[in-house]
Every structure is written in structure tokens, then in C-alpha cells.
Nanobody, 117 residues
Framework: QVQLVESGGGLVQPGGSLRLSCAAS????????MGWYRRAPGKERELVAT???????VYADSVSGRFTISRDNAKNTVFLQMNSLKPEDTAVYYC???????????WGQGTQVTVSS
């Protein structure tokens, strides 16, 4: 069974930074994709950034240039460095792991990020 545990959320002022971490445990083999998604109040959950086990990344336009996703494959951990935070970045951030062959999708419990003065 795969489990994802997120950490690093909190309250930060506009312009500040936060770093989120997500550690995956369980049966994780082969090519996979880890990513961060977020759900703001009253909105649908949206993609923030993803990274493959080979290091290829994808970013939402709204965070490109401000957020950086990275991973430690040896520890099955993904990070999200968030800089120049804006109030509109306020959301619950979820970690997701996609495994292949066979395909399965796994979510973390979410961590709150609040950007406010």
C-alpha cells in the first residue's frame, strides 16, 4: 500500500517563501510521476507542477518562474519550493503519485498554505 505524507504548509506574508515536502512509502517501482496540485476556496483542484522519475517537469503558467519542483528518488520524496508567494496562491496543496504498469494514482492528505498580511 502506498502512502503519501506532506509537510511544510503554513501562513506566510505576500512575497515570502515556503517549501513543501511529500514523502512516499510502500510499493513504488519503476517509472513514476510525482506532483503537486492545489484547491483554493470555491475552486476546482488544479495542477501546480509535476516531475517524472527521470526529472522532466511541468508547471502551471500561474506558478512558472516562482515555484520549483524537485525530487529525491532514493527517498521517494518530492519538494515544492514556493517563492514570491501571492494571496492567490492560498489553497490546500496536495501531493500526488502516479505509478505505471499497472497504473494507480495516490493522493496525500493535503497541507494548507495561506498567503496573507
Amino acid at each position: 500500500q502506498v502512502q503519501l505524507v506532506e509537510s511544510g504548509g503554513g501562513l506566510v506574508q505576500p512575497g515570502g517563501s515556503l517549501r513543501l515536502s511529500c514523502a512516499a512509502s510502500g510499493s513504488i517501482f519503476g517509472v513514476n510521476v510525482m506532483g503537486w496540485y492545489r484547491r483554493a476556496p470555491g475552486k476546482e483542484r488544479e495542477l501546480v507542477a509535476t516531475i517524472t522519475s527521470g526529472g522532466s517537469t511541468v508547471y502551471a503558467d500561474s506558478v512558472s518562474g516562482r515555484f520549483t519542483i524537485s525530487r529525491d528518488n532514493a527517498k521517494n520524496t518530492v519538494f515544492l519550493q514556493m517563492n514570491s508567494l501571492k494571496p492567490e496562491d492560498t489553497a490546500v496543496y496536495y501531493c500526488r503519485l502516479d505509478l505505471f504498469r499497472p497504473y494507480s494514482m495516490h493522493w496525500g492528505q493535503g497541507t494548507q498554505v495561506t498567503v496573507s498580511s
